[in-house]
């Protein structure tokens, strides 16, 4: 069965660094999205793209997160320059008609 | 904008007892509502959805939820649980489809005691 992956498992950064969290959607998606959880709370939506452009951004998303389809396969999370506060689970998501949404395993960022 | 509210952070139950966890939502328009459980260390996989017509919903391992308009709940519900059904159970809604992102409750944690 077809499944989002998301890569590295678990990254770890120093403040100020940039990242890259990287995921690859189920293929024949058109929708895809990106959530965090940070410890002990519940996920919170970040980012929805669909036709190669964002759709919807939740207050979250300010200007230091960025993100990226670059290629068909690939659909990419940047932070510029992380914060403490962005050490959380961010978990990517894919949906063929932008109802059912699957989740990837998630990657803990731990930003020191 | 809408939210989602799990009362129960923590509900311990015994195996092969029958168990609802309870979500009740909050938004101006109509919505569409899903439940996700996170098994440790894992991602979050989709138990059911509703998105219209019948209110009640069967989603997988036996789990089922009702869509209670007047009452905006959306509880979730399994007549006899087992030791694997132990994990983090999230209700999330969305306000239509597409690119709407999904607003989860806080979670609760379903322990399964022998």
């Known amino acids: 069965e077809p499944e989002v992956t998301q890569t590295p498992s678990h990254q770890v950064t120093q403040m100020g660094q940039e990242v890259i969290l990287r995921c690859v959607p189920i293929?024949?998606?058109?929708?895809f999205y990106w959530y965090r959880q940070i410890l002990g709370q519940k996920v919170e939506f970040l980012v929805s793209f669909y036709n190669n452009e964002i759709s919807e951004k939740s207050e979250i998303f300010d200007d230091q997160f960025s993100v990226e389809r670059p290629d068909g396969s690939n659909f990419t999370l940047k932070i510029r320059s992380t914060k403490l506060e962005d050490s959380a689970m961010y978990f990517c998501?894919?949906?063929?008609?932008?109802?059912?949404?699957?989740f990837g395993p998630g990657t803990r960022l731990t930003v020191l | 904008a809408q939210s989602v509210t799990q009362l129960d952070s923590q509900v311990p139950v015994f195996e092969e007892a029958p168990v609802e966890l309870r979500c009740n939502y909050s938004?101006?328009?109509?919505?569409?509502l899903f439940w996700y459980v996170q098994y440790p260390n894992q991602g979050l996989q989709l138990l059911l959805k509703?998105?219209?017509?019948?209110?009640l919903v069967k989603g997988i391992n036996g789990f089922e939820a009702e869509f209670n308009k007047s009452q905006t709940s959306f509880h979730l519900r399994k007549p006899s649980v087992h030791i694997s059904d132990t994990a983090e159970y999230f209700c999330?809604?969305?306000?239509?489809?597409?690119?709407?992102?999904?607003?989860f409750g806080k979670g609760t944690h379903l322990i399964i005691q022998p």
């Open positions: 998501a894919s949906s063929r008609r932008g109802d059912e949404q699957f």
């Open positions: 999330a809604v969305s306000v239509g489809r597409g690119a709407d992102g999904l607003t």
């Open positions: 938004s101006s328009v109509s919505v569409y």
């Open positions: 293929s024949n998606h058109l929708y």
């Open positions: 509703y998105l219209s017509g019948s209110t």
